[in-house]
């Protein structure tokens, strides 16, 4: 068989898996991406029902703390949504495919759009942590790409316009939620190291505001797809040496302060 049809079909298997598990016929058309910290928005959804990510067919489960394994799908506000309560990252062992691929899968059974979240180190004294930027663009430095090899060639061209990779008028909707979010550009580095201060410098004269471990590829992937993508990073700290010694519980605790904030927009971006 080969590399194509043996993903094609792994595809369909996970499609199927969560159709039959979940009992639906097709995902709603939103996807929102629960990056580090922000597990627990699936908890207000009304109606809910999951699965665990572990438990479907080709599908590598999220193994960093602060992160969930489950999909669910229910209600917010009226709306439909499927929410992942984690993401897989390639310093857990990972390939870029690997960890785009629940993503693919769900995207050929109804998901049109996806809300990606994360968690990122401020290269802005502007944008102290607390301040959540609305991603307007990306730096993908992971040194791969989603979209290499026969697989990356598979679900849509190989060769994809980035030049508008994130969607406008859902940001600025999102946007509309509090006029104390930011815009920022997202880098996305391997991990799992944070940045030493001269890395810092580095990625603040290259352009980015804000640094993560995460999401880009998400974003590639999604835009190979036709899907619309919008992005939230919630910043914890700042980057490089710029503020105090950094810890992964600090970040995790940060984020819980602003818990029922984080929510609260997530249900407004849902809604637009």
Same mark, same amino acid.
């Given at each position: =068989?080969? %590399?194509?049809?043996?993903?094609?079909?792994?595809?369909?298997?996970?499609?199927?898996?969560?159709?039959?598990?979940?009992?639906?016929?097709?995902?709603?058309? &939103? @996807?929102?991406?629960?990056?580090?910290? +922000?597990? #627990? +928005?699936?908890?207000?959804?009304?109606?809910?029902?999951?699965?665990?990510? *572990?438990?479907?067919?080709?599908?590598?489960?999220? *193994?960093?703390?602060?992160?969930?394994?489950?999909?669910?799908?229910?209600?917010?506000?009226?709306?439909?949504?499927?929410? =992942?309560? #984690?993401?897989?990252?390639?310093?857990?062992?990972?390939? !870029?495919?690997?960890?785009?691929?629940?993503?693919?899968? =769900?995207?050929?059974?109804?998901?049109?759009?996806? @809300? @990606?979240?994360?968690?990122? #180190?401020? @290269?802005? *004294?502007?944008?102290?942590?607390?301040?959540?930027?609305?991603?307007?663009?990306?730096?993908?430095?992971?040194?791969? *790409?989603?979209?290499? #090899?026969?697989?990356?060639?598979?679900?849509?061209?190989? +060769?994809? $316009?980035?030049?508008?990779?994130? $969607?406008?008028?859902?940001?600025?909707?999102?946007?509309?939620?509090?006029?104390?979010?930011?815009?920022? %550009?997202?880098?996305?580095?391997?991990?799992?190291?944070?940045?030493?201060?001269?890395?810092?410098?580095?990625?603040?004269?290259?352009?980015? $505001?804000?640094?993560? =471990?995460? &999401?880009?590829?998400?974003?590639?992937? !999604?835009?190979?797809?036709?899907?619309?993508?919008?992005?939230?990073? +919630?910043?914890?700290?700042?980057?490089?040496?710029?503020?105090?010694?950094?810890?992964?519980? $600090?970040?995790?605790?940060?984020?819980?302060?602003?818990?029922?904030?984080?929510?609260?927009?997530?249900?407004?971006?849902?809604?637009?």
């Amino acid at each position: =068989m080969s %590399v194509t049809n043996d993903m094609l079909e792994k595809l369909n298997e996970t499609g199927t898996a969560i159709c039959r598990t979940l009992g639906v016929s097709t995902l709603p058309k &939103t @996807l929102v991406v629960l990056g580090s910290g +922000f597990k #627990g +928005f699936e908890q207000t959804l009304a109606n809910a029902k999951s699965i665990n990510l *572990s438990s479907l067919p080709h599908v590598a489960a999220p *193994s960093v703390e602060g992160h969930g394994s489950s999909l669910v799908v229910g209600e917010s506000k009226g709306q439909q949504v499927a929410v =992942m309560t #984690g993401r897989l990252h390639m310093y857990e062992g990972l390939s !870029a495919h690997d960890i785009v691929y629940p993503l693919r899968a =769900m995207a050929r059974i109804g998901i049109k759009r996806v @809300l @990606l979240t994360n968690a990122s #180190g401020s @290269l802005r *004294s502007h944008l102290p942590p607390g301040k959540i930027v609305a991603v307007r663009d990306q730096i993908n430095l992971t040194g791969t *790409s989603c979209l290499m #090899g026969a697989a990356g060639r598979l679900l849509g061209p190989q +060769f994809v $316009d980035m030049g508008a990779a994130f $969607d406008t008028t859902w940001t600025e909707q999102i946007r509309s939620f509090s006029p104390d979010i930011a815009d920022g %550009v997202y880098v996305g580095v391997l991990g799992p190291a944070y940045e030493t201060p001269a890395e810092a410098r580095m990625l603040a004269q290259l352009g980015a $505001d804000v640094v993560g =471990m995460s &999401t880009v590829q998400e974003v590639i992937a !999604a835009r190979q797809l036709g899907l619309e993508v919008a992005c939230l990073s +919630f910043v914890t700290n700042m980057s490089g040496g710029l503020g105090i010694s950094l810890k992964h519980e $600090d970040v995790l605790q940060l984020v819980a302060d602003h818990q029922q904030k984080l929510q609260a927009l997530l249900n407004h971006a849902i809604g637009n």
